[in-house]
């Protein structure tokens, strides 16, 4: 297929010409025929070629994106495929992933409470999916005890993906206003062709084990460092430790191979008015973490009626999500002395309130998330005349979530006191609508003028409710109660309910398919904030120019393609959690004589009206060009300067509460992206293509507003400082042990100094690392020869630093009930010793979590995925009723080569970096199409 540069292209064997092309129809067809050219700009029903696209927007199309990964969710498999997209995955199943388009959209917050969301817009045919976010308040802050929350992107099925368009400049974004500070990933699913059905059958089998699994001590060295520990906490200085040779690893007990199914079914096809898709698909992943298991069910449709100017396009797609998770204490491991069974064949307790035997634990406790959900969305248009269309859509996200966290009394999980067994039921409803009209119009002006306009407006609600029932001492307590069947119950509930109102507009205009212009404006009205800052109005502009349409550079054979982009533009974010504005109020029906119930504000969150929104201006510089038609670069630089960014600051306790949400800090966001796709060689029987992608990301904090620059008083190291990252680690800089006394020293403003000789303060703070990569990327490599395929994917990080949880290195008070990494074995053993890497085991030792003793280098590269399918000759077959046929091997998180390696017996970044172990999966599976 030839790039569309000259003023005339052949498509699949047509003359068209560019203008042509440049009309709705005429994009219609050429979507049926080169998807690669075509680019969906909103989920507005706008879309342009390629070479017209101002906006910066990077799309990912169904052959792209390798689905027979083994992953829950489409994120995960598209890391290292865009450049600017940080996606930093979670290795706990469905659990939420974190999605940064060009830097964090908002600041880190430093007091542990949920921040405003620093993730993209997710659009779904139309539909803005809601975010299943943890409120400002106890019970559901997302804490360790809170409900489990959920990745909307794991709720529906990943084969079903057309394409993803990822919005991130403002000249893309601007249409979405202030829902878009974060950019926007537009998802656009399969959808039914015209044509005699044709029915899609896939299943796939793989089976999985841990990874990069932490080294903890065994029996012998438990009781040798243990011993170590008694001996200097003992009046007499002697060990009291006797090992009777229990060795037992819980790391490996809890921890085996596990399996993966998926299989999908669906059928398409379509008459002269109608067409239809529809899909069955079911996956189930016991994981390598004995007991723990994802299961997906889910069904969805697509309905099209095209009768002569009206258009109507139905989608819903319905999500059973069931995740079982008891094996909850992979950061508790037991010491290698304790056994797992007593005399009497029963599993054995550990003696150690809140952590329990954590085989009895995941054997006799639960820990589930069930969730249904519902997308849908219905598409009407009409064209009123020629160029002229009116649409409107309307668009739901239902979800209901029971999630259940039962502690059982037959084991210390469950056991406090004279208190047995702790019940938690965590009832969470989503609902979220958004409807839209909107009027186009599109005209060519002679042969060299070409102009389309969009205006609309935009209604949308959003409405989550919480319920949190917990219980606790029950009368059965060997098998799950309800928290209101125990002696001490509580009940708590919070809605938080929010609207929008919005008007936009763009207006596109380009000359002789060589010098384009985009201009949009929108204005937002949100209830989330209070009635004097409920408006905010965001626009943008955006300009390019195509110098390969000009007459000196079209018969150029080095250089097929040549663009210069420019944008700015102002956008927002209304995402700003729980009551930001109104406050927090708590309503009690107990202690009061009155027949009524009363309510008196919390003081964690006082109102604010005068709260305003998150303001994002956006700059953006871009070069397209191709190289001997096969080679494509993009070239970006971009700064995104953040304004009014919601902090949390102290205010004074006269007004009766201890901190206020205000808008008190200013930020920047800048950085370089560049891209490459080669189109080597495309050939009947050979045919080779990569992708490459790397980007860089800076940050910086510019202004605060409020009393101080504040700092985390938390082990988190984060701070709120003028001049430093938003992403900068605080803490103090290790440089060894003192051979004299086994303590640790740090250079503290110039001066070294033991552990406990100085006070942890911001005063004595300094930057010690920073989370933020200095380089992102990844790679994608695809060749085919006859019928067979093979294809890899790469991604990368350079820079960005871990701090790793000291516990389990250096925090040998912990020994009484717990295991260490053998790390802790590299000890101080007295005056002289200058190999140690940790301090004299005793349990007064002044302990600094955050310091660069713990902080590791996160550079590495990952083979995330090799693919290897076969096209079965079915052609050889008469009469076959399978049209065409593939098996596939499939290996994902296949290898990992970090640049600071591990010391030779011990654990380093590779170990430390998921204290929930990421697994290896190898699949097989077979496709067909009949």
């Not at 938390?714 to 400082?721: G, I, V």
């Amino acid at each position: 297929m030839k790039r569309i540069i000259a003023s005339a292209v052949v498509v699949c064997g047509l003359s068209v010409t560019k203008a042509q092309l440049s009309t709705s129809k005429n994009i219609d067809t050429l979507k049926t025929k080169n998807i690669d050219e075509v680019i969906i700009t909103s989920s507005y029903g706008t879309q342009k070629l390629k070479e017209e696209v101002v906006g910066s927007i990077v799309t990912i199309n169904s052959q792209d994106i390798i689905t027979s990964q083994p992953y829950e969710s489409i994120d995960k498999m598209i890391i290292g495929l865009t450049p600017g997209v940080q996606i930093v995955s979670n290795t706990e199943l469905g659990k939420p992933v974190s999605i940064n388009i060009r830097g964090l959209g908002s600041m880190i917050p430093i007091n542990g409470l949920p921040g405003t969301s620093t993730q993209p817009l997710i659009v779904v045919d139309g539909v803005i999916m809601r975010e299943d976010m943890p409120f400002n308040e106890a019970y559901f802050d997302g804490g360790s005890t809170a409900e489990i929350n959920l990745n909307p992107l794991a709720r529906f099925n990943s084969d079903n993906i057309e394409s993803i368009n990822i919005l991130k400049d403002a000249a893309a974004v601007a249409l979405y206003g202030a829902e878009s500070a974060n950019g926007v990933i537009l998802i656009t699913t399969k959808k039914g062709r015209k044509g005699k059905p044709v029915y899609t059958f896939s299943t796939q089998y793989g089976v999985s084990e841990s990874i990069n699994k932490i080294k903890y001590l065994n029996g012998q060295q438990y009781a040798q460092l243990r011993n170590e520990y008694n001996k200097n906490n003992s009046a007499n200085g002697n060990g009291s430790y006797i090992w009777d040779g229990t060795d037992v690893d819980w790391f490996e007990l809890m921890n085996g191979n596990g399996d993966f199914f998926r299989t999908n079914f669906t059928t398409s096809g379509g008459g002269k008015y109608f067409t239809y898709r529809v899909g069955i698909d079911y996956s189930k992943n016991n994981e390598s973490k004995i007991l723990n298991s994802l299961e997906k069910k889910g069904i969805d449709a697509t309905l099209g009626f095209n009768y002569r100017k009206l258009k109507v396009n139905l989608y819903a797609a319905y999500n059973n999500f069931l995740k079982q998770q008891p094996n909850t204490y992979f950061n508790l491991i037991l010491s290698p002395t304790s056994p797992v069974y007593d005399q009497d064949g029963n599993y054995a307790l550990s003696g150690s309130v809140g952590i329990p035997n954590p085989l009895a634990a995941a054997n006799q406790n639960i820990s589930s998330v069930d969730n249904n959900s519902l997308l849908s969305s219905i598409n009407v248009s009409y064209d009123l005349a020629k160029g002229l269309k009116v649409s409107s859509l309307f668009g739901v996200d239902i979800s209901k979530k029971d999630n259940i966290d039962w502690k059982s009394g037959l084991n210390q999980s469950g056991i406090t006191s004279n208190n047995y067994g702790r019940s938690r039921l965590f009832i969470s409803d989503g609902f979220r609508w958004n409807w839209s009209g909107h009027l186009s119009y599109e005209k060519n002006f002679g042969n060299r003028h070409h102009s389309d306009i969009l205006i609309g407006s935009e209604l949308r609600q959003n409405k989550d409710s919480k319920e949190a029932l917990v219980g606790s001492n029950f009368i059965d307590y060997a098998v799950y109660q309800n928290p209101q069947l125990g002696k001490n119950y509580t009940y708590k509930t919070l809605t938080q309910e929010s609207s929008g109102r919005s008007f936009f507009s763009q207006l596109n205009y380009d000359y002789s398919k060589k010098y384009f212009l985009t201009a949009s404006l929108r204005r937002d009205e949100s209830s989330t904030f209070g009635p004097d800052t409920n408006a905010s109005l965001n626009g943008a502009i955006g300009a390019s120019w195509v110098l390969s349409n000009e007459n000196f550079l079209q018969q150029n054979e080095l250089i097929s393609f040549l663009r210069l982009r420019a944008s700015w533009g102002m956008t927002g974010n209304s995402r700003i959690g729980s009551y930001r504005s109104a406050g927090l109020y708590s309503v009690s029906q107990n202690g009061f004589i009155y027949d009524y119930d009363y309510a008196y504000p919390q003081t964690s969150s006082p109102q604010n009206r005068m709260l305003s929104w998150e303001k994002n201006e956006k700059w953006n510089l871009g070069l397209d060009f191709s190289l001997f038609k096969k080679i494509d670069f993009t070239v970006e630089v971009f700064r995104n300067n953040l304004s009014d960014v919601i902090v949390s600051r102290t205010v004074p306790l006269e007004s009766g509460y201890g901190s206020a949400e205000i808008n008190g800090a200013d930020m920047y966001n800048k950085g370089l992206e560049i891209s490459m796709r080669g189109n080597w060689l495309s050939r009947k029987n050979f045919r080779w293509n990569t992708t490459f992608n790397i980007s860089s990301v800076q940050n910086k904090v510019t202004d605060l507003f409020g009393l101080q620059d504040e700092f985390s008083t938390a082990a988190n190291a984060r701070a709120q400082k003028i001049g430093a990252s938003t992403s900068a680690i605080w803490g103090y800089h290790w440089i060894g042990i003192n051979s004299s006394n086994g303590q640790d020293q740090y250079l503290v403003n110039g001066e070294i100094k033991d552990a406990n000789q100085f006070t942890q303060d911001d005063t004595t703070y300094s930057i010690i690392g920073n989370s933020q990569p200095d380089l992102t990327g990844g790679l994608s490599n695809s060749i085919s020869y006859r019928k067979f395929t093979f294809s890899f994917l790469i991604n990368f990080e350079i820079g960005g630093d871990v701090m790793v949880e000291d516990e389990i290195i250096d925090q040998h008070r912990i020994l009484s009930n717990r295991n260490m990494s053998v790390n802790a074995l590299d000890y101080w053993t007295g005056a002289g010793d200058t190999n140690a890497v940790n301090h004299i085991p005793k349990s007064n030792n002044r302990i600094i979590p955050n310091s660069t003793k713990f902080i590791y280098d996160n550079t590495h590269v990952k083979l995330q995925n090799i693919n290897i399918s076969y096209q079965l000759p079915l052609q050889q077959i008469k009469n076959s009723f399978i049209k065409n046929a593939s098996i596939f091997v499939d290996c994902t998180n296949a290898l990992y080569w970090y640049k600071e390696k591990s010391p030779a017996g011990r654990n380093g970044i590779r170990e430390f970096r998921y204290l929930y172990p990421e697994m290896r999966t190898a699949s097989f599976g077979f496709k067909a199409n009949f």
